[in-house]
């Protein structure tokens, strides 16, 4: 069995140092705040690159306060991608503003500059860049555009811990980043996590107010904020991960290499494209295909598990019928064909060359 994600896998090499985490955290009771928080946004800052780090409890909580501490006015519009997990228009809208979907690039499955360009109006207010399976946005690109129209630019992470662009890490090259420790992300808590980042101090006291019920001290309130930490135990954990982050990014890069070899020239099988100067961090390798259902079917026969991101493309969800996004000529069209092999650490050599043997033979069979 290959399996598409494989955390119990991932736990067993890294045991003693987890078991040990989770053991001093309970013994100190630090459940809220604490060292193991403080250390990890401190650390986790400078593994990104970036001088400030906010904790806080998932990776939608992340783009949210990351949004109402940017303070736009209500209504504004933020240009979002139309190929992302929910989260990346969720949030806009939760924050009281309107989603504009733009479509995404062919080659790298990240923002068409292009068609972000004709999306923006007056009331244009932000930007979202996913970073989408792992790979950089173009952000030199989104950069030129924001500043020409006076625009933010907000980088959703959550899938692209340790990725760079042009030697540089995500999350705080624009305005304002947000990250995902959801388990199965490239770094994974044991539960739900997520973090926000930036080199704007203002900014950063901001959200830090906002996801503790908008305080500086115990009780002493400035504004009404919410509830959304990353807890103790999880930070706990994370710090253990984030010493073997690199290493697990490099394992998946020589994977994506090895399909790279073994499933170049196939005709009909659209492999990603690695674009311009980036440490792509793999979190998913995606290819597209017509006959995506009948490979996914097959290959589960050869007991290999594969995923879909994303199965409907986000303007034709029921969710966002209202919008009546249906120009995105790309997204809307492609959400068919595209298919998530097995990727990760747990997979094995032979278990890479088990996948593209299997693909090989389902080409020759069709
Ligand atoms: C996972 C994910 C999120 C949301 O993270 P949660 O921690 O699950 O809330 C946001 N954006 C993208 C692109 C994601 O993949």
Redesign the pocket.
Request: proline residues 0%.
């Given at each position: 069995m290959i399996k598409f994600v494989d955390l119990y896998h991932q736990y067993q090499t890294i045991k003693t140092e987890i078991d040990g985490a989770i053991l001093t955290t309970i013994e100190q009771s630090a459940f809220i705040g604490g060292a193991s928080v403080k250390s990890f946004e401190a650390a986790f800052a400078d593994y990104q690159q970036a001088a400030h780090c906010v904790g806080v409890a998932?990776?939608?909580?992340a783009?949210e306060i990351a949004i109402e501490a940017l303070g736009f006015p209500s209504g504004s519009e933020i240009i979002v991608p139309a190929n992302?997990?929910i989260?990346?228009a969720e949030a806009v809208t939760r924050c009281g503003h309107r989603v504009v979907f733009a479509d995404i690039n062919p080659a790298t499955y990240t923002l068409n500059l292009l068609d972000v360009e004709k999306r923006i109006t007056n009331n244009t207010k932000a930007i979202i860049a996913?970073h989408?399976y792992g790979h950089p946005c173009d952000i030199d690109g989104l950069k030129v555009m924001a500043a020409a129209h006076n625009l933010k630019l907000i980088e959703?992470c959550?899938?692209a811990h340790g990725g760079e662009y042009k030697g540089r890490r995500v999350g705080a090259l624009g305005d304002i980043g947000?990250f995902?420790?959801?388990p199965g992300?490239n770094l994974g808590a044991y539960g739900?996590?997520?973090a926000i980042m930036t080199n704007d101090y203002n900014l950063a006291t901001r959200c830090r107010m906002i996801a503790n019920h908008g305080r500086i001290d115990k009780y002493n309130h400035l504004i009404e904020g919410r509830n959304s930490r990353l807890d103790g135990l999880q930070a706990a954990i994370l710090n253990v991960k984030l010493k073997h982050l690199d290493g697990w990014i490099d394992r998946r890069n020589a994977l994506a290499q090895r399909y790279y070899t073994g499933l170049r020239g196939i005709k009909g099988l659209v492999l990603p494209v690695i674009d311009g100067d980036v440490r792509h961090a793999f979190h998913l390798f995606v290819v597209r295909l017509d006959n995506r259902n009948s490979l996914k079917d097959y290959l589960a026969e050869r007991a290999i598990e594969t995923g879909i991101h994303y199965p409907i493309a986000l303007p034709k969800l029921a969710a966002y019928e209202y919008l009546g996004s249906k120009d995105i000529n790309f997204a809307n069209n492609i959400d068919a064909t595209l298919l998530s092999l097995p990727m990760g650490e747990h997979v094995t050599d032979s278990d890479a060359d088990n996948v593209i043997n299997a693909i090989i033979s389902f080409f020759r069979e069709v």
């Open positions: 998932n990776g939608t909580d783009l992302s997990f989260s990346s996913v989408l959703d959550a899938q947000a995902s420790f959801y992300k739900d996590g997520g």
